[in-house]
């Protein structure tokens, strides 16, 4: 059995990060030993370690969610997890889209700066003007 900490440790995950995942549902609830300490077997440190390179793929919390559930039931096809997947990708190439947009914003503003006086910035022009700020190159706040 494993405690907390080595769980943390060995998937390289936060203690509190693992209560989160507990208190959301993510992972299941731990037996505990009579001192109330939580302990862990080789399937929750699995688990923990499919959420975390999850994660780290950018997964969001809830397609993990409906991930583990579908690994939780073998029998069901593939296709519902490859669906997953493929939704998670459209989200990236749309966010790796906005991004380009950016630097490309980006690189045209610096591109456009002729080193001058801060009093004709074209850097700081663009970044006034609010209707270009509109555009889509726009990224949504964080």
Do not use: W
Not at 134 to 142: A, G, I, M, V
Request: glycine residues 6%; hydrophobic residues 35%; contains cysteine.
């Amino acid at each position: 059995m494993l405690t907390i900490g080595t769980m943390a440790r060995r998937t390289r995950t936060k203690v509190q990060t693992i209560r989160y995942y507990e208190q959301i549902g993510l992972m299941p609830e731990p037996g505990r030993t009579e001192g109330g300490q939580r302990r862990y077997g080789d399937a929750e440190l699995d688990r923990l370690a499919f959420i975390r390179h999850s994660r780290e793929l950018g997964f969001p919390l809830e397609a993990i969610r409906e991930l583990l559930a579908l690994s939780d039931t073998p029998e069901t096809s593939c296709a519902q997890v490859d669906a997953v997947a493929r939704r998670h990708l459209k989200e990236v190439e749309a966010r790796i889209a906005r991004l380009q947009s950016l630097e490309a914003e980006l690189r045209r503003m610096i591109g456009e700066c002729r080193n001058d006086r801060v009093s004709d910035c074209r850097i700081l022009e663009v970044l006034r003007d609010h209707e270009e700020c509109l555009s889509d190159h726009r990224t949504p706040e964080l």
